[in-house]
Structures are given as structure tokens and as C-alpha cells.
């Protein structure tokens, strides 16, 4: 390696630092980024030194730029850039700034990097130097735009936590009656939620029966059948009958295939159907007004 | 392992990469459109999305992922006869014992056993190629229309099987 790239690495650190920061409070005249949230200096600095150390060790252990394979070092370099640069990702996100703003302030340090370097070499600066440098930052690159995307991902899957949350709700239908209508995908961590829920209204509301409602459930496999035998016999459990609903014909012929049998368990073609079920066992039934006009 | 007879281009095919249990819903999903799309019955339709997420949550489960290939054919027996054709692989641990894998209510995973036994009933043809440490290759067929007489389960290969079917 130069030894002005090691050289500006060491020396100019501070000077780099300082204007980096400086610039970065205001919107690049090029657009390719706009201002620095002031929350984001301190972790644009951190960066800006874990990003040196590694730069320098790199440096002086004379990087070759001829192997494809993503060298040990530059997995180590990896590593260490890791926290910071997630900082910096989840920060950003936070404060509702873009992606390419974080790149663009990257890419700037590049700029500037590559500036001081030119101007620091008293003879002309090495092709390869340049060529290692802008490789890092390309690797830099990559990874905090892979960095960005796991966060979103991380994200979307909370968010999706809580509409799962939202969407299994427990209605008390009658004195004594809860009606669980189940919408959607349920997968074994779904299936766990709905179990609690239910299990806490048949406790709280003393129900005698539950009528689970199928009707919203796209397809009935094996693993979704598993879960509502689990879901049915936590509540007899508890003391409630379990009523089941909505299962289309096309459901049933292939739970026949299937070779699942629900047990002992009442099913009923329709919603009305099962609701007239649980009346009957609870003693109740639904009657015209002796006094309606016919 | 053998080679399985390559599927016919002509017509649409899809690839799903399945690595947990949330990718299932969208192959399954897919199977039941592409089936409605070319006119199958509902409840032909449902089959083939029940055998086809009985497979990919296996692929979840047991195998660390793998692929769900999606092929309109049309028999080259019978004209007009067409249907989907469902190839399952992986690069899993494979099944040691097929038989054992194929009887109802057996399960490694402390679940219900009934997927691979029901996937095959679910579908007109069903073959399995695998064994240990080789990963498992499936090849499923469901037809637009019912066969009028049950066909005869056709079993040569070593280490596949095809289990008898009942004609829908
Ligand atoms: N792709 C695969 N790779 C390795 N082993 C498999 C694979 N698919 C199935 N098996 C094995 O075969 C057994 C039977 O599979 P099957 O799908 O019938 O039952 P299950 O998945 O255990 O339960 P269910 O499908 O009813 O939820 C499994 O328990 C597993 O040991
Ligand atoms: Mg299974």
C-alpha cells in the first residue's frame, strides 16, 4: 500500500472527521443526500472511527485486491463495521430518513477520503490504492443497505404481530357463549395466541361453549387441523364445549382424505346452524315475539 | 436416484422457494388459483392445495427448505386431458424408511403423521425418491378431471413408491 493512504488514514483523521460532520449538517449541493439529523452525529462519529481503525489495519497489512472470495479480513472488517453501521441504519429509520441519505453520507466520506489523498500524495497515488479504497466502500455499501433491509424486514414482521393480535378476537356471543371466528393463516404462532385468548374469555366469562368458525380459513391441512384439536382440547379443559363451524364442503371431503377426524367434536355446516348448537346446549332458544305481527 | 420424466414447457410453470412455515400459505395459495384457472372443480382444486402445502411444510419442517415447481402438463395419452403437476425437492436429510413415512400417524415431529399418507391420496399420481442423506424428490399429478376407472399404482424404481390411489 502508499504510504500516503496510511499516512492520511493516521495524520488528517481529525481534519477528516471535522469536515465530514460539517458538511454533513447541510444538504450536499449535488442532492445526494440531505442534512444530517444533529441526533445523528454521534453515531455518524463512531462510525467515522471504527471505519479508520479498520481502513488502517487493512492498509497496512496490504490488502490484494486479486481474490474474489471475500477475504478473512474483509469478513472481520464486516464484523467489526456491524454495530455501528446498524446504529446508524436504525437511527435513520427512526427518524424517518432514507436509505440513500445514509449512503449518500458514506459515500461522501469516500469523497472526501479520496480527496485528501490526492492532495496529500507528492508523487502520484497508486492505482491500486484507489482501487482498494473504492472496493471498501463498495463492501461498505453493501452492507448497510443489507443492514437496512433485514431492519425493514424486522419490522414487518412485528408489525405483522400486532395485526395477528388484532385479528383473533374472542366474542362473547351469549351468556355462557363465546364465538371464535378464525380469518386467515394460522400458523403455529397464531395458533398459540388464539389458545390463550380463548382459554382467558372461557375463564373470565364462564363459557360453556365456544363455537370456532372456520369459514375464513383458506385451506385446512394437516398442521391447521393439529391446532385446533390442541385449541379444542385446552377448552374442554377449561369446561367448555367446542363447536365447529364453516368448514366448507370441499374442507371436509379433503379432512376425510386426510384421515383427520376432529373426535367427538359437533360440527355444523353454517355459522346459524352452530349458534343454534350451543343455545340448545346451553337451554336456551331463539323464539318469534308471541306478540309480532305475522 | 432416478430421473423423473421432464415436465412440459409449453404450458405456465412456477417456482416457490420455501424456507419456514410462513412461505406455505403462498404456494398453496398459488396451487389453488392455477387450478381454478384451468377449470378444475373446487373440490379438485382444494385437494391440490392441500397435498401441495402438505408437502411444502414438510419441505419447512423436516428438510430446511427447498423447492415447490408448479407445471401445467397435458396427458400425452389423452388429448385434452390436462392437469398440474406438483415436484417437490430438497436437499434435506432425506426419509430413511419411506414405508414407515408413508403409514398414518407416523411422525418424527410430534405431529398428526397424516400429510404424506393424505398428500397422496389427494393426488391421481404420487412418487417419492429418496433415502438418506440423499434429499427427497416428490412428483405429484392432479388431473382437471377424475379418471373414469382407478389406474393401477405403477412402483419399478427402487426406493420410490407409488401407494395405491382411489379414484375421487
Ligand atoms: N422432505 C422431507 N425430508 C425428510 N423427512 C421427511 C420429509 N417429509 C416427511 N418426512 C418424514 O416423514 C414423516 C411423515 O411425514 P408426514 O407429512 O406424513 O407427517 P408429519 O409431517 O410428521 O405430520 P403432519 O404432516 O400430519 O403434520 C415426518 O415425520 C418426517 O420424519
Ligand atoms: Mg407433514
Excluded at chain 1, 57 to 74: K, N
Excluded at chain 2, 17 to 44: K, N, P
Excluded at chain 2, 95 to 123: K, N, Q, V
Amino acid at each position: 500500500m502508499t504510504p500516503s493512504l496510511s499516512q492520511v488514514l493516521k495524520h488528517r483523521q481529525d481534519e477528516l472527521l471535522e469536515h465530514w460532520l460539517r458538511d454533513l449538517s447541510q444538504t450536499s449541493s449535488d442532492g445526494s443526500f440531505s442534512s444530517a439529523h444533529p441526533e445523528l452525529i454521534e453515531p455518524l462519529r463512531e462510525l467515522f472511527y471504527v471505519l479508520m481503525t479498520q481502513l488502517d489495519q487493512a492498509a497496512s497489512r496490504e490488502i490484494s485486491l486479486a481474490t474474489d472470495q471475500p477475504s478473512r479480513l474483509e469478513r472481520e472488517q464486516q464484523t467489526a463495521l456491524e454495530p455501528p453501521l446498524k446504529q446508524l441504519v436504525a437511527e435513520q429509520a427512526r427518524l424517518q430518513r432514507s436509505l440513500s441519505d445514509t449512503l449518500g453520507f458514506l459515500l461522501y466520506l469516500k469523497h472526501l477520503l479520496f480527496k485528501a489523498l490526492f492532495a496529500a500524495a507528492d508523487q502520484a497515488v497508486e492505482e491500486r490504492s484507489i482501487l482498494w479504497l473504492d472496493h471498501c466502500f463498495e463492501q461498505i455499501a453493501r452492507q448497510t443497505f443489507d443492514l437496512a433491509l433485514a431492519q425493514r424486514d424486522r419490522y414487518i414482521s412485528e408489525q405483522s404481530i400486532s395485526i395477528m393480535e388484532l385479528s383473533t378476537p374472542v366474542l362473547r356471543l351469549w351468556h355462557q357463549i363465546l364465538l371464535l371466528p378464525l380469518v386467515g393463516v394460522i400458523d403455529t404462532g397464531r395458533a398459540r395466541q388464539i389458545t390463550d385468548h380463548l382459554l382467558e374469555a372461557i375463564a373470565k366469562y364462564e363459557a360453556r361453549v365456544t363455537v370456532i368458525d372456520l369459514t375464513g380459513v383458506p385451506i385446512i391441512d394437516t398442521s391447521v387441523a393439529q391446532h385446533i384439536m390442541k385449541t379444542i382440547d385446552a377448552a374442554r379443559l377449561l369446561g367448555s364445549r367446542v363447536v365447529l363451524t364453516g368448514i366448507s364442503p370441499e374442507g371436509a371431503q379433503t379432512l376425510t382424505k386426510l384421515g383427520i377426524r376432529f373426535g367427538d367434536v359437533i360440527s355444523r355446516a353454517s355459522l346459524r346452524a352452530g349458534i343454534a348448537e350451543a343455545l340448545l346446549i346451553t337451554g336456551k332458544r331463539i323464539a318469534a315475539m308471541e306478540a309480532s305481527p305475522r | 436416484m432416478v430421473d423423473l420424466p421432464a415436465p412440459s414447457e409449453e404450458c405456465g410453470s412456477r417456482r416457490f422457494s420455501i424456507q419456514t412455515e410462513a412461505d406455505v400459505m403462498a404456494v398453496a395459495r398459488g396451487a389453488r388459483q392455477l387450478a381454478e384457472h384451468l377449470g378444475f372443480s373446487q373440490v379438485r382444486a382444494y385437494h391440490l392445495a392441500t397435498a401441495t402445502s402438505e408437502l411444502a411444510t414438510n419441505l419447512a419442517v423436516y428438510a430446511g427448505g427447498g423447492m415447490v415447481q408448479l407445471h401445467v402438463i397435458e396427458d400425452p395419452a389423452k388429448a385434452n386431458r390436462i392437469g398440474v403437476e406438483l415436484r417437490v425437492e430438497d436437499q434435506g436429510p432425506g426419509i430413511p424408511d419411506l414405508a414407515l413415512a408413508m403409514t398414518e400417524g407416523f411422525s418424527t415431529g410430534a405431529r398428526l403423521g397424516c400429510g404424506l399418507p393424505g398428500a397422496s391420496r389427494l393426488m391421481d399420481e404420487f412418487s417419492i425418491d429418496t433415502s438418506a442423506h440423499q434429499g427427497t424428490r416428490i412428483r405429484a399429478v392432479k388431473w382437471r378431471q377424475p379418471a373414469l376407472l382407478p389406474t393401477a399404482p405403477i412402483s419399478t424404481e427402487a426406493g420410490s413408491l407409488a401407494p395405491t390411489r382411489t379414484a375421487p
